[in-house]
C-alpha cells in the first residue's frame, strides 16, 4: 500500500508564490510517475502537471506553464509543485497522485492513469 500525504497550502494574495510538497510512503517509488490535480468549489477535479519519477520529463496544463513547477526528490519520496505568480483563479484543493504505470506520455494527464492519491491540501488565493 501507498501513503501520500500533500502539505505546503495556504492561503497567499494574487502574485504570491507557495510549494507543496507530497511525501510518499509504503512501496518505493522508483518507477512512479507523480502528478498533480486540483479541484475548484463547484467543478471537477482537472490535471495540473506530471512528472515522471526519473525526472527527466515533465508535462502542465496550458494554465500553468510557466508559473509552475514540478521536481523531486528521491532521497526523501517526495515531490513538490512550485506555485508562483499565483492568481485568484488557482484556489483549490490540490491532490497529488502515483502511477505505478511503466511509462509516462501524455496520458497522464488523465486521473484514469493514477493509482494512489492523497487527500489533498487547500490554496486560497486572494485578489
Known amino acids: 500500500q501507498v501513503q501520500l500525504v500533500e502539505s505546503g497550502g495556504g492561503l497567499v494574495q494574487a502574485g504570491g508564490s507557495l510549494r507543496l510538497s507530497c511525501a510518499a510512503s509504503?512501496?518505493?517509488?522508483?518507477?512512479?510517475?507523480m502528478g498533480w490535480f486540483r479541484q475548484a468549489p463547484g467543478k471537477e477535479r482537472e490535471f495540473v502537471g506530471a512528472i515522471s519519477w526519473s525526472g527527466g520529463s515533465t508535462r502542465y496544463a496550458d494554465s500553468v506553464k510557466g508559473r509552475f513547477t514540478i521536481s523531486g526528490d528521491g532521497a526523501k519520496n517526495t515531490v513538490y509543485l512550485q506555485m508562483n505568480s499565483l492568481k485568484p483563479e488557482d484556489t483549490a484543493v490540490y491532490f497529488c497522485?502515483?502511477?505505478?504505470?511503466?511509462?509516462?506520455?501524455?496520458?497522464?494527464?488523465?486521473?484514469?492513469?493514477?493509482?494512489?492519491w492523497g487527500q489533498g491540501t487547500q490554496v486560497t488565493v486572494s485578489s
Open positions: 497522485a502515483a502511477s505505478r504505470r511503466p511509462y509516462f506520455t501524455s496520458r497522464h494527464a488523465s486521473e484514469d492513469e493514477y493509482d494512489y
Open positions: 509504503g512501496r518505493t517509488f522508483s518507477r512512479y510517475a
